[in-house]
């Protein structure tokens, strides 16, 4: 006489949640669409349990000039989606930061690149807290010596070499949306959507005056010699991929933005584009 398998109720808890996982893990692999349709029903918290390594890997990327509304927009929507947050620029900021706490000389490539290699950067607590080897800097990457340190050191081609090895590893276990200059262009050109953020220079400064609390004229200024070093760079400018979506955000509030965003989304995704 055989013996007959349990039923599943009569299966252990874990067991029953490894059947149930798996099951859910192929239809998964079959359904290009379920993040999306996820962030509809509400379901991230089930797919989160779902074997990593069988998962379709969704980039998100969304590039655009300082002040454009990326990270409050791409944060937003890496939460409507259940993805991974990434602010590529935090991680160039902690560079910048490490080299000015050491005295290290913005124009030595070589130690900058050295530094960006054993930089330790990591997001923590819902993707919004920033450490440098195991510091919370969120603060202080923020500060404008700062801002001005990382746009210096994201000429160096060594320190985006390492940054970018780091962006594509992250990139390669889970589904991001990240922001920053070059993510749609050279970090992942292969991205699913792309998005190119803009919005009229003085909107983007008013925009950082009212974060920071500083003078917008002053903001103005130090924006456009950020934005020109970013777009004039050799090594991965700022420039709008050929396969970005253009989003001019000046009139728009975060919500339309945001609404516009995922709309795209869905399109992209339910034409059969990115599907791997
Ligand atoms: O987005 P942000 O302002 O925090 O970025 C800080 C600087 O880092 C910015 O001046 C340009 C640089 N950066 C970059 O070169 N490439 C990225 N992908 C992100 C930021």
Not at 90 to 100: G, I
Not at 235 to 246: F, H, N, R, V
């Amino acid at each position: 006489m055989g013996i007959a398998a349990p039923t599943a109720n009569e299966l252990p808890v874990s067991s029953r949640r490894h059947k149930f996982l798996a099951r859910m893990t192929e239809f998964y692999r079959r359904c290009p669409f379920l993040p999306i349709r996820a962030e509809k029903f509400g379901a991230h918290g089930i797919l989160r349990g779902i074997a990593p390594e069988t998962q379709k890997r969704w980039i998100v990327a969304i590039d655009g000039p300082a002040g454009a509304g990326k990270s409050t927009i791409a944060r937003a929507i890496a939460q409507r989606l259940g993805f991974t947050y990434i602010d590529s620029g935090a991680m160039y900021r902690a560079v910048a930061l490490w080299a000015l706490r050491i005295g290290v000389d913005l124009d030595d490539l070589h130690r900058l690149e050295q530094l960006a290699k054993e930089a330790r950067v990591e997001f923590a607590v819902g993707e919004t807290t920033v450490l440098l080897n195991g510091e919370d800097v969120t603060a202080a990457i923020r500060e404008p010596r700062v801002s001005e340190a990382a746009s210096k050191v994201s000429l160096a081609p060594g320190v985006r070499r390492a940054m970018r090895e780091e962006q594509r590893r992250i990139g390669a276990t889970q589904s991001v949306v990240m922001e920053g200059r070059d993510i749609g262009t050279v970090v992942f050109p292969d991205a699913q959507v792309k998005i190119y953020l803009d919005a009229a220079p003085e909107v983007r400064a008013e925009r950082r005056a009212a974060e920071t609390g500083g003078v917008a004229d002053e903001i103005a200024q130090e924006i456009a010699e950020r934005d020109h070093r970013d777009r004039t760079r050799t090594e991965a400018p700022l420039t709008q991929a050929p396969d970005a979506e253009y989003l001019d955000t000046t009139r728009l509030s975060p919500a339309e933005v945001e609404e516009a965003i995922l709309k795209l989304v869905r399109a992209r995704t339910s034409n059969g584009k990115g599907h791997r």
